[in-house]
């Protein structure tokens, strides 16, 4: 979707440029006009894609990759760059994890093992189904 597309669908002008927060009360103001649950079962459809079209409006202003020429804009990918592949850092990733599960698991049994015993002989159960 174009940028001036979007502005004049949430009620902007054309070459007008909203700070998020106007485009936000703009989109609650539409969405609430437009919102599909308002109208009736045979115009719904169409509110439907109305509502979508504001949702995708919103969206587009919101999030800033959105064309103001005939072209779309380019998105880039941010985070680490994978060397490699990636696929041969896994290694580093499980075996401290597995020592932290691990170890929790094992001091974590044992301690609620201790408590259990511990309240066991306190309160000793005459039931003979419990252990």
Same mark, same amino acid.
């Given at each position: 979707?174009?940028?001036?597309?979007?502005?004049?669908?949430?009620?902007?002008?054309?070459?007008?440029?909203?700070?998020?927060?106007?485009?936000?009360?703009?989109?609650?103001?539409?969405?609430?006009?437009?919102?599909?649950?308002?109208?009736?079962?045979?115009?719904?459809?169409?509110?439907?894609?109305?509502?979508? *079209? =504001?949702?995708?409006?919103?969206?587009?202003?919101?999030? #800033? $990759?959105?064309?103001? !020429? %005939?072209?779309?804009? +380019?998105?880039?990918?941010?985070?680490?760059?994978?060397?490699?592949?990636?696929?041969?850092?896994?290694? *580093? =990733?499980?075996?401290?994890?597995?020592?932290?599960?691990? #170890? $929790?698991?094992?001091? !974590? %049994?044992?301690?609620? +093992?201790?408590?259990?015993?511990?309240?066991?002989?306190?309160?000793?159960?005459?039931?003979?189904?419990?252990?």
């Amino acid at each position: 979707m174009f940028g001036e597309e979007a502005k004049v669908l949430l009620g902007f002008l054309p070459n007008s440029t909203p700070s998020s927060s106007q485009v936000k009360a703009a989109y609650k103001k539409k969405a609430l006009e437009t919102h599909p649950d308002r109208f009736p079962l045979s115009q719904r459809s169409v509110a439907e894609s109305n509502f979508k *079209l =504001i949702s995708e409006a919103y969206t587009c202003l919101q999030s #800033g $990759t959105y064309s103001t !020429g %005939g072209t779309y804009s +380019t998105v880039v990918r941010t985070g680490v760059p994978r060397t490699n592949g990636g696929s041969k850092s896994h290694a *580093l =990733i499980r075996i401290p994890f597995l020592f932290i599960v691990l #170890g $929790t698991v094992a001091l !974590g %049994g044992s301690s609620a +093992t201790r408590a259990y015993r511990r309240q066991k002989e306190d309160y000793p159960s005459h039931n003979p189904f419990l252990p």
